[in-house]
């Protein structure tokens, strides 16, 4: 059984750096069957796709072009758990932010497991 | 903003059989790429329902099915049932935008 456990904060002032946390059980970000991915809610821009890291005998990011410039995603390999960081936060951003699973398979990019989701707000 | 558009709304009375549309385009659901629909209780993560157009995860019942044809895809519930009520999202992947996008999302009410 897989689990996502996020965390960090709730509130970020504008142009500083959103940084959160999703801590996983059941299964490795260093395996080669998975994915592991960002995504947001908002009600202005509905749920979006923001990137993902995976490994494949080495270390693989995709970016959505949306955030290309400002977004990071990394593995934490000895702490099993991955991370996104956002910087020059915009109002814009605030939003609620999921990391998500998404299994190697043949039918395409899903995602089977999702975090509980962070409620994070952009606002001085 | 999305590229997947669904119906804002759809409702049913328990034990009917209500349907969810997805309309895409020929650069994601029209160039073949599988659509995947997720449902999202208030307050909750969303939860994958059909992966790959019509394949249900282990633990999903059977009243949930789903279809593609040209640049759209559809979600079926049969026997509605209270819980239910949620909203739902399609996803698939964008050839033109290069990433991967979601349904404007669709509320499902029992009445």
């Known amino acids: 059984q897989v689990q996502l456990q996020q965390s960090g904060p709730g509130l970020v002032k504008p142009s500083q750096t959103l940084s959160l946390t999703c801590a996983i059980s059941?299964?490795?970000?260093?395996?080669?069957?998975?994915?592991w991915n960002w995504i947001r809610q908002s009600p202005s821009r509905g749920l979006e796709w923001l990137g993902r890291?995976?490994?494949?005998?080495?270390?693989?990011?995709d970016y959505a072009v949306s955030v290309k410039s400002r977004i990071t995603i990394n593995p934490q390999t000895s702490m099993n758990q991955v991370s996104l960081h956002l910087t020059s936060v915009i109002p814009e951003d605030t939003a609620v932010y999921y990391c998500?699973?998404?299994?190697?398979?043949?039918?395409?990019?899903?995602?089977?497991?999702w975090g509980q989701g962070i409620r994070v707000t952009v606002s001085s | 903003q999305s590229v997947l558009t669904q119906p804002p709304s759809v409702s049913g009375a328990p034990g009917q059989r209500v349907t969810i549309s997805c309309t895409g385009s020929?650069?994601?659901?029209?160039?073949?790429?599988?659509v995947h629909w997720y449902q999202q209780l208030p307050g909750t993560a969303p939860k994958l329902l059909i992966f790959?157009?019509?394949n249900r995860p282990s633990g999903v019942p059977d009243r949930f099915s789903g279809s593609k044809s040209g640049t759209s895809a559809s979600l079926a519930i049969t026997g509605l049932q209270a819980e239910d009520e949620a909203d739902y999202f399609c996803?698939?992947?964008?050839?033109?935008?290069?990433?991967?996008?979601f349904g404007t999302g669709t509320k499902v009410t029992v009445l």
């Open positions: 998500a699973r998404e299994p190697r398979n043949d039918y395409g990019v899903f995602f089977d497991n």
């Open positions: 059941g299964d490795s970000v260093s395996s080669n069957d998975a994915a």
């Open positions: 890291t995976f490994y494949r005998s080495e270390w693989y990011r």
């Open positions: 020929s650069s994601n659901v029209g160039a073949g790429y599988d």
């Open positions: 790959g157009n019509n």
């Open positions: 996803q698939s992947y964008d050839s033109s935008l290069s990433t991967y996008v």
